[in-house]
């Protein structure tokens, strides 16, 4: 989300943004990226050792409690809090990719599998597409009304929404998950 308001985060604080360079508007990248040097082989094995569905919620609640964080720190005009919530969110990421390869590889099979995996690596890049696309235009809205709103809050409100949507659907999806791991059990 930071890169479609990168601007408007650069912007001196008396002009509505955080007053940060480019230098420390790029600690969002880095705090982001950090955790996702280690984190797939730590994900790996803790999805290893207590199992998919329990591991993926873990990592999924991650990224919302890291998003709700930044989207504290864009309320306050807090660039602290923007740097901690990514660092949360980058703790989670990588790991999600490792669930998602995780679901993908148990629930489709053979000539499948190619599938999966293209669906897979294609939605994050259409959410990036999204947001990109979305983000700005929020901001503006919220920011053109007198009295003015935070832009950057209702924007990233927006984002901290869809990560509560998706975590519903992780829930749901462990549910089928055991559900049919029960089924495919009883035909055996």
Known sequence: MPAS?????????????FGVSATK???LYSSFGIPNLFMPILAGIMFDKFGTRL???LFATLLCIGQAIYTFGANEYNFNYLLAGRLVFGFGCCAMYVAQSAFVTK???NYELSLGMA???SFPLIGSFLSASVIPN???EYNDKVP????FYYAHLNGLFVCIICYVGIIILCFLDK????TDDAWL
Do not use: A
């Open 55 to 57: 591991s993926t919620l």
């Open 148 to 151: 003015k709103e935070n832009g």
């Open 107 to 109: 629930w489709f099979i």
């Open 5 to 17: 308001l990168e601007i408007q985060i650069e912007l001196p604080k008396d002009e509505g943004g």
């Open 119 to 121: 669906c897979m690596s």
């Open 138 to 140: 929020i901001f503006t």
């Open 25 to 27: 508007y790029g600690l």
């Open 179 to 182: 559900y049919v791991e029960k």
